[in-house]
T-cell receptor
Framework: KAGVTQTPRYLIKTRGQQVTLSCSPISGHRSVSWYQQTPGQGLQFLFEYFSETQRNKGNFPGRFSGRQFSNSRSEMNVSTLELGDSALYLC?????????????FGSGTRLTVV | DQQVKQNSPSLSVQEGRISILNCDYTNSMFDYFLWYKKYPAEGPTFLISISSIKDKNEDGRFTVFLNKSAKHLSLHIVPSQPGDSAVYFCAASARIKAAGNKLTFGGGTRVLVKP
C-alpha cells in the first residue's frame, strides 16, 4: 500500500517567487492536511481539505493557499515567497473525516527561499 | 498561545533503561492524543495514541498514560534502544466533527539513547 507522496522533495526558490507543492494521499483517504515545520515554531497546522472543501485553516497569511482535487490529491501554493517561508512542508492524509485517526504523514518538501 | 507543551527539549538515556517523555495541554476540548517519532528530513511516524476515555494504552515497548484532571500525558519507552534516538512529538485533537482533522503539536523532545 503506497504511503503519502509529496513532490518535490527539495526546492530552492528566490524571494518574491511563488511555489506549488503537491501531495498524493493514501488511496481511499479523503482528508488531506498540511503542516509547516520550522526550527523556531515547530509543527504548525496550515489547512485541511476534505472532499475538495477546506474545513480548517491555521494562522497563516493569505499568501498560503491550497486546494484539493476530486481524486483527493492536494496542492498548496505560497506566493510572494519570503525568507521566513523556508521550512519543511508536510502533508498528512487520513481515512477518518475527523479526530486525527489514522493520520499518516508524507516525507515532506524541504523549501529553501534565498 | 501554546496549547500543547513539551517542556523538556531533550532527554538522554542509557540503552535498556526507561525513557519518559512528558506533555501538557491546556485546551479541555482535546480528547484524542497521539505520539509521533520524527527523524530529520522525514515526516513524523505514528507511534501510539490514546482516547480521553482511557488512562493508559500499551503497544509493545510503548505505553502512553493520560491524566485528564492534570491535563498531562506521558510516553514511556521500555527498554530504550539506540534506534529510538529521534525527536518525539506529542499531538492533540478535538474530535468534534465540524473541527475536522487538525492536530496541535507540542514543540518536541529530542531523545538520545546511548549504547
Amino acid at each position: 500500500k503506497a504511503g503519502v507522496t509529496q513532490t518535490p522533495r527539495y526546492l530552492i526558490k528566490t524571494r518574491g517567487q511563488q511555489v506549488t507543492l503537491s501531495c498524493s494521499p493514501i488511496s481511499g483517504h479523503r482528508s488531506v492536511s498540511w503542516y509547516q515545520q520550522t526550527p523556531g515554531q515547530g509543527l504548525q497546522f496550515l489547512f485541511e481539505y476534505f472532499s475538495e472543501t477546506q474545513r480548517n485553516k491555521g494562522n497563516f497569511p493569505g499568501r498560503f493557499s491550497g486546494r484539493q482535487f476530486s481524486n483527493s490529491r492536494s496542492e498548496m501554493n505560497v506566493s510572494t515567497l519570503e525568507l521566513g517561508d523556508s521550512a519543511l512542508y508536510l502533508c498528512a492524509s487520513s481515512f477518518s473525516p475527523t479526530g486525527g485517526y489514522g493520520y499518516t504523514f508524507g516525507s515532506g518538501t524541504r523549501l529553501t527561499v534565498v | 498561545d501554546q496549547q500543547v507543551k513539551q517542556n523538556s527539549p531533550s532527554l538522554s538515556v542509557q540503552e535498556g533503561r526507561i525513557s519518559i517523555l512528558n506533555c501538557d495541554y491546556t485546551n479541555s476540548m482535546f480528547d484524542y492524543f497521539l505520539w509521533y517519532k520524527k527523524y530529520p528530513a522525514e515526516g513524523p511516524t505514528f507511534l501510539i495514541s490514546i482516547s480521553s476515555i482511557k488512562d493508559k494504552n500499551e503497544d509493545g515497548r510503548f505505553t502512553v498514560f493520560l491524566n485528564k484532571s492534570a491535563k498531562h500525558l506521558s510516553l514511556h519507552i521500555v527498554p530504550s534502544q539506540p534506534g529510538d534516538s529521534a525527536v518525539y512529538f506529542c499531538a492533540a485533537s478535538a474530535r468534534i466533527k465540524a473541527a475536522g482533522n487538525k492536530l496541535t503539536f507540542g514543540g518536541g523532545t529530542r531523545v538520545l539513547v546511548k549504547p
